[in-house]
């Protein structure tokens, strides 16, 4: 299993202190069992390997964008067993269950706020799904991220009702497979990652200029090892995402959106790097490594948050590799869990000192 962090306090910035009780403040505090029926809640079923993450209940009345909605609430949840994660998938639910259109779904967020992420000292993001997204899974006897039952999870969505009907009480759900801990499998220890194009922190959607444009992120990663998966998310007129070698100057991923007959994306494709003859792709933290979305807007106009370029996918760490231990102190580091948990403009937040500026990131 993966090693939790140890923290040793000796002058902790008052700033710091703030920003432990704002995250505190969400819930889930040690020992806590799921919430009631109209919270969020965490439930697992071992029977079957699987845990459902719940956001509380919204209503969605018909004709409203993201923008016009209530959304629901942040949520930070206990995981409710231990074991190895290799499947997921998001679904928007009523009241008794059922499930409703995916279309429902604007985007879902599962951040690991104690383990940090492999290109930048941020919360570790573990999963992001769109309403394209469908349920994805690798192979449970080769791969899967090791979790420990009562760690930690912030979970959110945002969500949307474009069609003509209305919906009361609908909940976002991530479900997810696991391997329970007692099994001598998966082989190989994976651990997700994600680079982004609006990294390191801030509202990842970005207004879209007319016409052609590009825009990119590079980072290093903090240990070496082997991306074994990739995947992307895009908004309308991207014509291609990709992930590469700055250093080298090769092209590792590269995917053009898949589009329905009306030329609607409906999602990007998913690209599996191990063979028989390898586990996948090697990177190291002696080169930079860039990802680089392409858009062309054919309105004439800019479209507001009307950009979003992310790859995300699995990766595994050299045998001996040691991940970096979370440094909650560090200025980049609560920038970004401030804004994941939508409390940048809040008054307790706004009394933080924030001290140093955020130039960790940068290699």
Known sequence: MRPQPSVTIRRVKRSTLCFIAALAALGAGPGSGPADAGGPRALVDPATGT???????VDLPAHASHHELAQPPVALLRLPASGSLYGFRVTIVDSAGRVLPAALLHHFNLIDPDHRELFLPISRRMIAAGHETGAMSVPWLLFGFPIVKGERVLVSAMLENLTDSSYRQARARLVLQYTPADRPWPLFRAEPFQLDVAFPVGDKSFD?????????????PAVPG??????????AYAQSIEFSDATTGEVIYRATPQTDAAGQIVGVPVERLYRWSRLG??????HRYRVTVYYDNPTGRFIPDGGMGVVGGLFVP?????WPATDVGDSLYQRDLRHAMRLGGSAMMMQMDMGHGAGHHAR
């Open 51 to 57: 845990m459902f993450l719940d956001l509380a209940p």
């Open 208 to 220: 879209l200029p007319p016409g052609r444009s590009a825009r990119s992120y590079e980072g290093t």
């Open 318 to 322: 050299d045998r001996g590799a040691q």
């Open 281 to 286: 792709v090697h990177i190291e933290p002696a």
């Open 226 to 235: 082997t991306i074994v998966g990739i995947g992307g998310h895009v908004h």
